[in-house]
Structure formats: C-alpha cells, structure tokens
C-alpha cells in the first residue's frame, strides 16, 4: 500500500486519538502540529542508519571556482542528499580528504563518485520503515497533542522497540560483509 506524508501523520494521530487530517495545511492543531514535525522526524530517521532504500550513487559535477582554498575541486551536492556515505575518486577508491562546504564537496580528486543518503520518497519506504516514522512521530506528537508525560514514556518504549525491529529487517536486505580470511591465513604461513 503506498503511503504519503499525509497517510503516515494520520496513523500517529490515530494513534493518539486524535481526527485524522486531509491536509498538513488544514489549520488544526493536529496539522499544525505534523506540519513542523514531520518532515525533521523523517529526515532523522533517514539518516539515523544506512538503509538500504535510501542509498543513492551520483558522479558529482565540478564548480567552476572551489568554493575553498584548501582544496582544488568543488563538487555540486545533490538536492536530495541528506548525509554522505562514503566519497569515491575517479578510480573508485576510497577519497579520504574531503569536506563539506557551502552545498558543496571539496576536494583534490579530480572526479568524484558519492554514495550518499537521500531524502527518499515515501512511496519508497518498506512496511518496517513506515511502522518505524509512525511510532517515532507518535512520540513526538504526544507532548504537543496530549501533554500526557505518562503517554510519553510509554510511547518511547514502543518507539524504541520499532527502531531495533526495522534495522534489523533492513539489515537482512543485503549481502553480508565478509573477511577475507585467505589473506590472514596467507600471513600465518
């Protein structure tokens, strides 16, 4: 079933007892209230671990004018980035001096390849996920809606749990890393 931002306040109000709302502009307390919560909870929840839906590959674009002098090369940032996985230079390695500027990626490479987490359409996010902004948005709703402290931490249990369930279940969606155990027996002889 695909969810929308709308779809995923409402579950948090039902939750809360509350009328669910047709808009986040609505003018009620309730839309109000989802209105300057949401989009926070899901960028933070996007970001607060690697998941699998929300990893994104792009070959950055240099800037005319590096936007730093301590490195040669200032790279566009993509618009729906949220945090920087790891940075790759033109030869797929590893690019270890890099930093962050001004919606910029400045460094020495001269291309440049970023793995990045980014803002992921909720039509996108898997059933886990989903349960997980809910509950999370529940909590944060709680105080504003209720001012039930009770409520509060109750729903912070449940929270909890949800997060510990869905990055388990995200991590079951890819490969496993692995050691390459020959090189360490190559070195015992």
Not at 52 to 69: G, Q
Not at 113 to 133: D, G, H, I, K, M
């Amino acid at each position: 079933m695909i969810q929308s931002d709308i779809d995923l306040c409402n579950r948090a109000l039902l939750a809360l007892g509350c009328q669910a709302i047709q808009s986040l502009n609505d003018g009620t307390t309730e839309a109000q209230v989802a209105k300057l919560l949401y989009p926070a909870e899901r960028d933070a929840q996007l970001t607060g671990f690697p998941w699998w839906f929300a990893r994104a590959e792009a070959d950055l674009n240099r800037l005319t004018a590096a936007p730093s002098h301590q490195y040669a090369y200032g790279y566009q940032l993509p618009t729906d980035m949220l945090s920087v996985r790891s940075v790759l230079d033109g030869r797929h390695a590893a690019c270890g001096d890099y930093m962050l500027m001004r919606g910029a990626l400045c460094t020495d490479a001269e291309s440049v390849r970023l793995v990045y987490t980014c803002r992921a359409a909720e039509q996108t996010f898997p059933p886990y996920f989903q349960s997980l902004l809910v509950d999370w948005l529940t909590l944060r709703m709680v105080i504003p809606i209720t001012e039930s402290l009770d409520r509060f931490n109750a729903l912070s249990q449940i929270a909890a749990e949800s997060q510990r369930r869905a990055r388990l279940m995200d991590s079951q969606s890819d490969t496993p890393n692995t050691i390459d155990m020959s090189a360490l027996l190559r070195v015992r002889g």
